[in-house]
């Protein structure tokens, strides 16, 4: 059974920084896609990052160059550094995966920037 469990959400002041982490079980972690979507309560779910398992990655417009996603596959965790983070970055943060053709996702984390 495939398990996604994030942690590092939080509350914190713009232009500050977070980093989340996803770890992730039940599946072959080095050939999974992973990614980072964010949801804002009346709004679809987006796409923040990804990251393929050869190590590419793309970004939506509205992070790229302050956040970067990365991965570790000796530890099956994925992660999401957030910097100069602002007011419109609050959200609940969801890791994907995508693995054998199915769509996994965590439980998600609250994420809220305010002074």
């Known amino acids: 059974q495939v398990q996604l469990v994030e942690s590092g959400g939080g509350l914190v002041q713009p232009g500050g920084s977070l980093r989340l982490s996803c770890a992730a079980s039940g599946l072959m972690f080095s050939i999974a896609r992973m990614g980072w979507y964010r949801r804002v309560p009346g709004k679809e779910r987006e796409l923040v990052a990804a990251?393929?398992?050869?190590?590419?990655?793309n970004y939506a417009d509205s992070v790229r160059g302050r956040f970067t996603i990365s991965r570790d596959n000796a530890k099956n965790t994925v992660y999401l550094q957030m910097n100069i983070l602002k007011p419109e970055d609050t959200a609940v943060y969801y890791c994907?995966?995508?693995?054998?053709?199915?769509?996994?996702w965590g439980q998600g984390t609250q994420v809220t920037v305010s002074s």
């Open positions: 994907n995966a995508i693995y054998q053709a199915s769509l996994y």
């Open positions: 990251i393929t398992n050869g190590g590419t990655t």
